[in-house]
């Protein structure tokens, strides 16, 4: 997703589970004039739809943190969706009550054979529904063109004065979107799972400067 603004001219490019949809709250909720692309576009996207796009920003996340996280997304939200349909509640998501149980059952699989998946590009119950991003792709294919402000979210609390400066506006940072989970090392245990998540996450560890 992009959100491009006018005043400042500025664009902010929102690469899947970096704390993007906090600030896409916090916009909605503080800046009164933007547009805002739906599809998660890279730079290169962004310039086609928006032309100059200004200032460019974005966050970025630990890699190994990024892969736990999406693990527990996509599996929490298809089982939130199948307890929620047993409720009789309405679903907004476009999946289908077959698709999300079969994305369950892979999530209680648990993450080395989720990794394992992702690793081997298998594709499972995880790329059911064109609403789910896809697995395990690296946070540098959104960087195919410039990119003047990368927040790293782990300093988000005090970096984001950059961002609340850039817009003159000093409202704190909602969190929302988070996963029920514990910390993302307590899921690298299995030698074989680390030795795939680092050949999975090689690209952002080179870019960005990030440990495991």
Known sequence: ????????????????????????????????????????????????????????????????????????????????????????????KSTTQEWDIEISKLYNTGFDN?????????????????HLYKRGVPQTIWFDGKIDIVIKIENLKTDFKILQELFNCYIDLPITNTSKRSHYRDYYTNKETRRMADAIVAPDLEKFGYEF
Do not use: C
């Open 1 to 92: 997703m992009a959100i491009h603004f006018k005043n400042p001219k500025a664009t902010f490019i929102h690469i899947p589970k970096t704390a993007g949809s906090s600030f896409e709250q916090w916009v909605y909720t503080n800046i009164p004039d933007y547009v805002r692309q739906r599809k998660h576009a890279a730079v290169a996207e962004a310039t086609e739809l928006f032309g100059d796009l200004g200032t460019t920003f974005t966050f970025v996340r630990n890699p190994y943190d990024r892969l736990v996280s999406q693990f527990h997304f996509v599996g929490q939200r298809a089982q939130e969706r199948i307890e929620k349909r047993a409720r009789g509640r309405k679903v907004k």
């Open 114 to 130: 989720w990794i394992n998946l992702v690793y081997n590009k298998e594709e499972s119950a995880y790329d059911l529904g064109n």
